[in-house]
């Protein structure tokens, strides 16, 4: 009897083992709660269900912004060529169209500011690396052209703007500021001088003073181009303050501007230079600058 009640008394302490081992291999969960409370079980806390995302807000500028269209490009030679130079300058076709413009315009009169002003833009455009990198050649016969244009007409806006561009890829931002305020001066609101200076301000690092260009080019801008070139303006505002989610969506109002491209496929190859009565000019290219790295002109 003893020997039974022995070995009645070992079953039931090795079931009861068997039990304990069962659960310590099912393991214990800690977990503390949203009150800061730590619990202990032997079962996994109901898995908390994610807040969902609240939708970024629309930033400011973009609130209400809708794409001027482009129309049709202008008959007149010159404003064609500077159409072209705006809106296609991506296409070799079309770059080597507003050459020949240009080029006929300037035998016609050598002192033609405007077609001075937009062959000079030509003649950058073609020197384009990479970012906001130019050839130093290129940029030099811009500035020539750009000085010949002014010493025709002091006054005309374009050719301020222009002169501030070639300064501000050559680094020198105090006299591309100088140039775009000398623009304004002549033409008060002026999209163009607003979309230089915004540029200055980002190189800058002073994002509110960008910011605050951006959005008065965008309310006088004219054309498509400057809408799309002030956006890509405020692109850079948004990176440099950090904010991603409205870089994002300036980005893609970039792209709705330009749904026949995508930016950010596009690549460069290298334009081939002739020589034209303004000087060095290069009458077209296959491809465009990518947009958030080479944002300007």
């Not at 296409?91 to 080029?103: K, P």
């Amino acid at each position: 009897m003893l020997v039974r009640s022995v070995l009645a008394a070992v079953g039931v302490i090795a079931v009861a083992l068997v039990s304990a081992a069962g659960a310590d291999a099912q393991g214990v969960y800690r977990w503390v709660d949203k009150q800061g409370n730590v619990h202990y079980s032997q079962t996994p806390p109901q898995e908390a269900q994610p807040e969902p995302k609240a939708a970024a807000p629309v930033p400011a500028p973009l609130v209400g912004l809708t794409p001027i269209p482009l129309g049709a490009p202008p008959t007149e030679p010159v404003a064609r060529a500077r159409f072209l130079l705006d809106n296609r300058r991506w296409d070799g076709a079309a770059t080597a169209e507003a050459a020949r413009l240009l080029d006929a315009a300037l035998k016609a009169d050598p002192k033609n500011a405007m077609a001075l002003t937009q062959t000079a833009r030509l003649t950058y455009f073609a020197g384009y690396q990479s970012g906001d990198r130019y050839d130093p050649k290129s940029l030099y016969h811009a500035a020539t052209l750009v000085e010949r244009a002014l010493a025709a007409d002091p006054t005309l806006p374009e050719a301020h703007v222009t002169r501030g561009f070639v300064v501000f890829y050559q680094k020198a931002y105090a006299r591309a500021r100088q140039a775009a305020l000398e623009a304004e001066k002549h033409r008060p609101g002026d999209a163009e001088a607003g979309i230089l200076l915004a540029g200055v301000a980002n190189v800058e690092r002073k994002y509110d003073d960008a910011l605050a260009r951006v959005e008065g080019a965008l309310r006088t801008a004219a054309t498509r181009s400057q809408q799309r070139r002030a956006l890509q303006e405020l692109t850079m505002v948004y990176k440099g303050k950090g904010d991603v989610p409205a870089a994002d969506q300036t980005y893609a109002m970039i792209v709705r501007l330009e749904p026949e491209r995508s930016p950010r496929s596009t690549t460069r190859a290298a334009p081939t230079p002739t020589t034209g009565s303004a000087g060095p000019i290069w009458p077209g290219t296959s491809s465009v600058r990518p947009v958030l790295r080479s944002r300007r002109r």
